[in-house]
């Protein structure tokens, strides 16, 4: 129970806060307003308040000349910049449906989270609208654009209208910009569920970031559009998002991996669907390399609660690793499983929030299998599996002895490894490595052209293997 109610609200003059045209007393506190309420109210109690504030807003609603010198107006508000635009109890674990009225000069196109309720005419020439989304979503994600805007319809197969806003010197550039919007939406209807929301629009923006996920209003830098550029892997990644960010959304920063590593895996799995397997080996190897490049100088797991400045939670433990967590964990419990699961995950936690452990239950629940093994080791051991090892080939007992070690400076890692010992060979063999040394001996009627250690890039880890010990005979 409680008496007052702190809302996030920073650089804004505040005048009034009422409740039912009843004033209530407020005070200014270094990060936002408390208010005193006019009754106790509880947690799931609803009140209306409302809050009169003017200013300019020194982030979070950025107001600048566009790259064709044209003033716009766009939020951009990761991770917790609504504040410095309007009150709220900025965090992600708070959801709330949310409109927009935004009255604008009429050469002004104003796009927002929801389904556009009307455009009116003001009698100074200006235009007002109103925008309303009735879906919780975060308040990272509420957003409002105004810009010179040309527009591009879209088809889906489901239904759900698509609109590119784009700047209109880069309009003709629209489609090959940001590619196969329609297909990526299907592909993720088709695995996971519906769209989550009543239309998906992509818009040309001043985000500081490639593209920021908002709810069903998808910003993009806006230096990405023109003549022979594309955006399609942020696209994908974006989309993603929808499901997973936006509908199901972390509800602690640090589980932010919940976010990113579903949107980067996301951008992969439409490249399997959409260009097959070379494709989708390229997209994670590149997520693989950017992970490794990252953990040669920055140390800590994925859930790292001593970050305490949530920008530097936008790192490759994050998007690229988590990407690698969930192909792994696809890897260990099946195809039909995984999907299965993220599926049932995505229904379960839909316009609400979750942590790690919420979607580790349901992928055991799923799956059948315990999995604390896999999420403690990926998710709070830092680093990887550092490989080395040798091999040679007993000429008289007609085996084959391999030997590895895990070299890297964190605990070892419990693998389960696939060896192929003929170049392309469909068939594997299979072994536990449980500590940081294994030894596998297998038959093996002449030694291997090359023995390869996880053939088939199922595990993040490096493997150094060569076969420099001489082939031995059996001792008499």
Known sequence: MQRTLHLNLKGLEVTSVTSTNRALAFVRVSDGLLVHLPQTVANGDTLPLTVVYAGEPQDGLIIRSNKFGRRSFFADNWPDRSRYWFPSVDHPADKATVEFRVTLPSRYTV?????????????????SWHWIERTPIPTYCMVIGA????????????????????????????????????????????????????????????????GMENASAIFFAENSFGK?????????????????????????????????????????????????????????????????????????????????????????????????????????????????????????????????????????????????????????????????????????????????????????????????SQPGDSEKLHCEMKENYLRFVFSADKPPAKLEIDPDEKILMTVKLTNEMPAKASSQ
Request: glycine share 8%; aromatic share 16%; no cysteine.
């Open 111 to 127: 796009i927002a989270n929801g389904r556009l309720h009307d455009v009116s005419d003001e009698r100074n020439g200006n235009k």
């Open 228 to 420: 022979g550029k594309t955006i399609e892997g942020t696209t994908a990644h974006e989309i993603a998002h929808q499901w997973f960010g936006d509908a199901v959304t972390a509800a602690d920063w640090h589980h932010v991996w919940l976010s990113e590593g579903f949107a980067t895996y996301g951008e992969a799995l439409f490249y399997e669907h959409a260009e097959g397997q070379q494709k989708f080996r390229e997209v994670m190897r590149r997520s693989r390399d950017n992970y490794f490049r990252f953990a040669e100088r920055a140390g800590g797991p994925i859930l790292d609660t001593t970050i305490t400045n949530y920008m530097q939670l936008l790192n490759a433990n994050n998007y690229a690793k988590a990407a690698w967590v969930l192909h792994m964990l696809r890897n260990v419990i099946g195809e039909d499983k995984f999907w299965q699961g993220l599926a049932a995950y995505y229904r379960q936690f839909k316009n609400g929030n979750a942590l790690t452990q919420h979607f580790q239950a349901v992928m055991e629940n799923i799956s059948g299998k315990p999995l604390d093994w896999f999420f403690t080791q990926w998710l709070q051991q830092p680093g990887y599996p550092k490989l080395e090892g040798q091999w040679f080939w007993d000429s008289s007992a007609k085996t084959v002895a391999l030997e590895l070690r895990q070299i890297q400076a964190a605990e070892p890692f419990y693998l389960p490894l696939e060896i192929a």
């Open 147 to 210: 810009a010179e805007f040309a527009e591009t319809s879209v088809s889906s197969s489901s239904g759900v209208p698509i609109t590119f806003y784009t700047f209109k010197e880069d309009a003709p550039y629209a489609h090959e910009n940001f590619g196969r919007v329609a297909e990526m939406m299907a592909f993720f209807e088709k695995k996971i569920g519906p769209f989550p929301y009543e239309k998906l629009a992509l818009v040309q923006s001043s985000t500081r970031y490639g």
